[in-house]
């Protein structure tokens, strides 16, 4: 059954605050929501997390969480593993391995319906991944209801969801491409190098979508208040985005600018393995980071703890990741 977004908004959402209530759920349902396995008896949480920003409906969207082991050779690959460890056990983290998850923003604005990101798609699902389209179910969005698809870069954990079944995930939608990045994966050359498979995924999900797409370049304006801002280094061509409310109040999505809540901030000088060029991404996490501290802006990161919603203190070379908790409630 559809629900509508007024009966939606009506039985999910604080009066007057505008921020989703927590959804409870059965532990076995929420798992599967989230591709996560839990004890007996845990409740995760529903997957969407809704808010306001101004006249702006932010969702963010679980598509699920993934594990890796040996830390190190993932982050701070130009450090001695030793280092990497023990920065980790610092924070009360595991040593030996870390999980991450994928979070796809939604933002409906007054005449749009923009879909940032999609996740891993239907490939993914068998591992607990590729969760978008049941997530936008659950929150009351339909795939048809999105207007808009906007890409931060082109690795499959952001493009696997824009098809199902060889078919548009979002069949309704435009798309927005950053230009750079376009260009880069469909050169023929990509496809005899090393990053042959993500630009084989390219020609499959992205390449058939681009006449209906625009293409951006550094400070374009994907709409009204929101405009795409160069970050380039994780991959030639990724964007960030900043949000602008009708009151002036301001958001980031970072995209995979920074890919750890610990790593990636409190060490944003330390080498990244998927980063393509990482001394350039090193850079451009600094001064993203640099920016979003000072200016004392909230953001969305794309690998950040769901729901992925946060602030970041600086502190001398180093950030601290602080998670939003009630600061943009209007109590």
């Known amino acids: 059954m559809r629900v509508s977004r007024r009966h939606f908004i009506a039985t999910t959402t604080v009066a007057g605050a505008g921020l989703l209530m927590p959804q409870r759920a059965g532990a076995e349902g929420s798992a599967a929501a989230n591709g996560d396995k839990v004890r007996k008896g845990a409740v995760e949480n529903p997957g969407f997390f809704r808010f ?9 969207l679980s598509d699920g969480r993934r594990s890796a082991n040996n830390p190190e050779k993932i982050y701070g690959i130009d450090q001695d593993p030793k280092v990497v460890a023990a920065l980790l056990e610092e924070n009360l983290l595991p040593t030996g391995h870390l999980v991450n998850g994928f979070t796809p923003v939604l933002i409906r604005t007054g005449g749009e319906l923009i879909l940032f990101d999609t996740g891993l798609g239907a490939g ?23 207007t808009l698809v906007a890409l931060t870069h082109f690795h499959g954990d952001h493009i696997g969801g824009l098809m199902e079944n060889d078919r548009p995930s979002f069949p309704n939608a435009r798309y927005a491409f950053g230009r750079k990045e376009f260009d880069f994966w469909t050169d023929p050359a990509r496809l005899d190098s090393p990053q042959k498979n993500n630009a084989a995924l390219v020609a499959k999900n992205v390449k058939p979508l681009a006449d209906k797409a625009v293409f951006l370049d550094d400070r374009a304006e994907l709409v009204p208040g ?10 030639p061509g990724h964007l960030i985005f900043r949000v602008t409310a009708s009151d002036g109040r301001t958001l980031m999505l970072t995209g995979d600018t920074v890919n750890h809540f610990v790593l990636s901030l409190q060490r944003p000088d330390w080498h990244v393995a998927f980063d393509m060029d990482k001394e350039m991404a090193a850079q ?3 001064r993203v980071l640099d920016m979003i501290a000072t200016d004392r802006l909230p953001f969305i990161g794309y690998h950040m703890p769901f729901p992925a919603l946060a602030y970041v203190q ?8 602080v ?4 600061q943009l409630r209007e109590i």
Request: glycine share 10%; charged share 25%.
């Open 226 to 235: 929101i405009q795409a801002l160069a970050a380039y280094g994780h991959t």
């Open 52 to 60: 306001m920003l101004g006249d702006l409906e932010i969702t963010t």
């Open 124 to 146: 993914a699902r068998d591992a607990g991944q590729g969760r978008l389209i049941e997530q936008l179910k659950a929150s009351g969005v339909m795939p048809e209801d999105v």
């Open 284 to 286: 451009t996490r600094k």
């Open 314 to 321: 600086k502190n001398g070379d180093s950030y601290r990741y």
């Open 323 to 326: 998670p939003e908790t009630y």
